[in-house]
């Protein structure tokens, strides 16, 4: 099935600085959402994204949808301790059904 | 608003045993998705339910996997019999259902171990 290839695989940052990760499909797609997962739990939703070259935030996270619609970027500002976790990329293309595929993760280690 | 409850957190049994995983969506969500999570691994699609129809299980293993949504709100996903390789987590999502907006929401999961 598809996969969408997310870079990097781990991070491991210093408490305050700044993260990017992106993902990056060889298919169109409509829709990118952008997930955190902790140990033990499920994939919690951060950011949706709807049109190409929309770049929306929600605290100290932001988030854009490609111009070329086939990549999408998330950047996290001042990062703190419980940013710690899985992030996880989805993308949804035309007439799937809905069906969203997944990237193969970034896991983020801040250190204080 | 309550979330996606899934049921148990987590099972272990030997392999060749059967196994059933339970999900209650959130209200009014008419989309029903199960995942499967590999260790390491983003999750994979294994069913999706719009009400209670199927819309896509191309990547369940009809062989031994099975779900069915039948009033188009629970919904539980069997193994039958459960091999090495199904040790995973499996998640359960819910959505609007419309055409747009359409982002899902996940459970806890259910932790399966097969010894």
């Known amino acids: 099935g598809q996969q969408l290839n997310q870079s990097p695989q781990s991070m491991f940052i210093q408490e305050g600085e700044d993260v990017s990760m992106n993902c990056t499909s060889s298919?169109?797609?409509?829709?990118w959402l952008w997930y955190k997962q902790d140990p033990g739990e499920g994939p919690v939703l951060l950011i949706a994204l709807y049109k190409a070259g929309e770049l929306t935030s929600n605290g100290r996270l932001t988030a854009q949808f490609g111009i070329t619609r086939k990549d999408s970027f998330l950047n996290i500002s001042a990062s703190i301790p419980s940013d710690v976790g899985i992030y996880f990329c989805a993308g949804q293309r035309e007439n799937t059904g809905n069906q969203f595929y997944f990237g193969t993760g970034t896991s983020l280690t801040v250190i204080p | 608003e309550a979330g996606v409850a899934q049921s148990p957190r987590y099972k272990i049994i030997e392999k060749r045993q059967s196994v059933a995983f339970w999900c209650n969506p959130i209200?009014?969500?008419?989309?029903l998705y199960w995942y499967q999570q590999i260790l390491g691994q983003g999750p994979k699609l294994l069913i999706q339910?719009?009400?209670?129809?199927?819309?896509?299980d191309s990547q369940l293993p009809k062989d031994r996997f099975s779900a069915e949504r039948l009033k188009g709100v629970d919904s539980t996903l069997k193994i039958q019999p459960a091999k090495l390789e199904d040790s995973a987590v499996y998640l359960c999502?819910?959505?609007?259902?419309?055409?747009?907006?359409?982002?899902?929401?996940f459970g806890p999961g259910t932790r399966l171990t097969v010894l």
């Open positions: 999502a819910s959505s609007f259902g419309g055409s747009t907006y359409n982002e899902q929401f």
């Open positions: 339910f719009q009400n209670n129809g199927v819309v896509d």
């Open positions: 209200s009014g969500h008419a989309t």
């Open positions: 298919s169109i797609f409509n829709t």
